[in-house]
Antibody, heavy 122, light 114 residues
Framework: QVQLVESGGGVVQPGRSLRLSCAASGFTFSSYGMHWVRQAPGKGLEWVAVISNDGSNKYYADSVKGRFTISRDNSKNTLYLQMNSLRPEDTAMYYC???????????????WGQGTLVTVSS | DIVMTQSPDSLAVSLGERASINCKSSQSVLYSSNNKNYLAWYQQKPGQPPKALIYWASTRESGVPDRFSASGSGTDFTLTISSLQAEDVAVYYCQQYYSSPGFTFGPGTKVDIK
C-alpha cells in the first residue's frame, strides 16, 4: 500500500535552515510528481511546491520562492524540502502528497503523509 | 494565481440531514480541450491529513461513500453530503489543479453536528 512518511521537522530559530524528507513506499516513486503542502496551526491548507517525476520541473508558491527548494532522489524513493531563511510565518505542519496520475502534474493529490511539524521561533 | 473562495465558513447540520458547501474560483478551471473541470474536494478530520473525496469536480474517489456528491463547472462548484453522519464532521476544502504553479486551496468549510 502507498505510504508517505515525513521527517525532519522541529524547532528552529528565525533565519536558520531545515531539511524535510518524505520517504515513499508502495508505488513506483520515480513515476509520480510530488508536492509539499503546509498548514499553519488552526489554519487552512497552503500549497508550497511541486516537482515532476524526474525532477526536471519544479514550481513554488510565491511565499517560499527563493527560500525553499524541492528535490527528490528516485534511487532512495525520497522527496525533500530544503527550507532556508526561515520565518515565524513558516511555522506549520508540512505534508508531502502524491500527484494522482503518473508522469503528469495537473491532477489532484491522492495520497498524503501524516505530516511533520516545523516551528520557527526564537 | 487562481483564488478559491468557499461558503459558508462553517455549518451545523442535524444527523441525517443534507449539508452543502459552495466553492468559487476567480477564473474558470474548465479546460476546453478535454471538457474537464480541474477541481477537487478534500476532507480533513481533526489531527489527520486531508483525504481526497472528489476529483474532476464530480468524480468520487474510490471508497468514498455515495452520500458525497459534487457538481458544478467553470467557476462555481458544490459539495453535498446527502445524509450527514457523525463521521463526516470535518473541514472540507476545494482545490484547483488547473494552473501550475498554483494548486490553490479554498479556505475550508467546517461541518459540525447540530
Amino acid at each position: 500500500q502507498v505510504q508517505l512518511v515525513e521527517s525532519g521537522g522541529g524547532v528552529v530559530q528565525p533565519g536558520r535552515s531545515l531539511r524535510l524528507s518524505c520517504a515513499a513506499s508502495g508505488f513506483t516513486f520515480s513515476s509520480y510528481g510530488m508536492h509539499w503542502v503546509r498548514q499553519a496551526p488552526g489554519k487552512g491548507l497552503e500549497w508550497v511546491a511541486v516537482i515532476s517525476n524526474d525532477g526536471s520541473n519544479k514550481y513554488y508558491a510565491d511565499s517560499v520562492k527563493g527560500r525553499f527548494t524541492i528535490s527528490r532522489d528516485n534511487s532512495k524513493n525520497t522527496l525533500y524540502l530544503q527550507m532556508n531563511s526561515l520565518r515565524p510565518e513558516d511555522t506549520a505542519m508540512y505534508y508531502c502528497a502524491r500527484v494522482s496520475v503518473e508522469w503528469e502534474l495537473l491532477h489532484y493529490f491522492d495520497y498524503w503523509g501524516q505530516g511533520t511539524l516545523v516551528t520557527v521561533s526564537s | 494565481d487562481i483564488v478559491m473562495t468557499q461558503s459558508p465558513d462553517s455549518l451545523a447540520v442535524s444527523l441525517g440531514e443534507r449539508a452543502s458547501i459552495n466553492c468559487k474560483s476567480s477564473q474558470s478551471v474548465l479546460y476546453s480541450s478535454n471538457n474537464k473541470n480541474y477541481l477537487a474536494w478534500y476532507q480533513q478530520k481533526p489531527g489527520q491529513p486531508p483525504k481526497a473525496l472528489i476529483y474532476w469536480a464530480s468524480t468520487r474517489e474510490s471508497g468514498v461513500p455515495d452520500r458525497f456528491s459534487a457538481s458544478g463547472s467553470g467557476t462555481d462548484f458544490t459539495l453535498t453530503i446527502s445524509s450527514l453522519q457523525a463521521e463526516d464532521v470535518a473541514v472540507y476544502y476545494c482545490q484547483q489543479y488547473y494552473s501550475s504553479p498554483g494548486f490553490t486551496f479554498g479556505p475550508g468549510t467546517k461541518v459540525d453536528i447540530k
